[in-house]
């Protein structure tokens, strides 16, 4: 069966004029979505094509102070943070790519909380010396413009110290002179229940 007829149902068909709309949607530069009827819609940014369903239910990021050290619940996603000294880390995690980081505890400070990103926002990634708009980082890092509202950052009163999957701060970042650490992880999970 194609994937239209598996998104749609057996001996569904697309028209002629949405076969044309998909077709120029895939071709044109910036992307975009396309309602396909049936439930059914056409996603394209950059580099993927994902053809689903029209209507998912989203579960909001909750915006809230992390536990140190604890487990958090925020809207779809639990955070697992723990502190201690500096030992062996996964590369991984010192530079955030994944969905766990290391950060340099004195550096970030106190209050370590989750949001989502807002309007203006400024981060200062692994290897650059100034802050950037925290758009173009998501841009550049390939995040689907359907997935970057719903991002958990992770903030400290200095800024932004890591975004998931994407990389940590500069200023954050556990060096030989770190003291102590605070490791974070995030998963999705069920909506929030604190």
Do not use: Y
């Amino acid at each position: 069966a194609s994937a239209w007829e598996h998104v749609a149902g057996a001996g569904a068909a697309l028209s002629a004029a949405k076969l044309g709309a998909a077709s120029r949607l895939i071709r044109r530069p910036g992307g975009g979505e396309l309602a396909l009827g049936r439930g059914a819609r056409l996603v394209v940014e950059q580099e993927t094509c994902a053809l689903g369903a029209a209507s998912t239910e989203r579960i909001p990021l909750v915006a809230g102070p992390l536990a140190v050290p604890g487990v958090t619940h925020a809207g779809p996603w639990i955070a697992t943070v723990s502190a201690g000294e500096p030992r062996e880390l996964d590369p991984a995690a010192v530079t955030g790519k994944g969905w766990r980081a290391a950060l340099d505890a004195d550096q970030a400070g106190a209050g370590l909380r989750l949001r989502a990103r807002a309007r203006g926002d400024r981060f200062q990634p692994l290897g650059m010396d100034q802050p950037v708009r925290l758009q173009d980082v998501l841009v550049n890092a390939k995040v689907p413009r359907g997935e970057r509202d719903d991002l958990p950052l992770v903030v400290s009163d200095r800024g932004i110290a890591w975004v998931p999957g994407v990389r940590v701060a500069q200023w954050a970042v556990v060096t030989a002179a770190t003291r102590r650490v605070v490791e974070v992880s995030l998963e999705r999970g069920a909506q929030a229940r604190d």
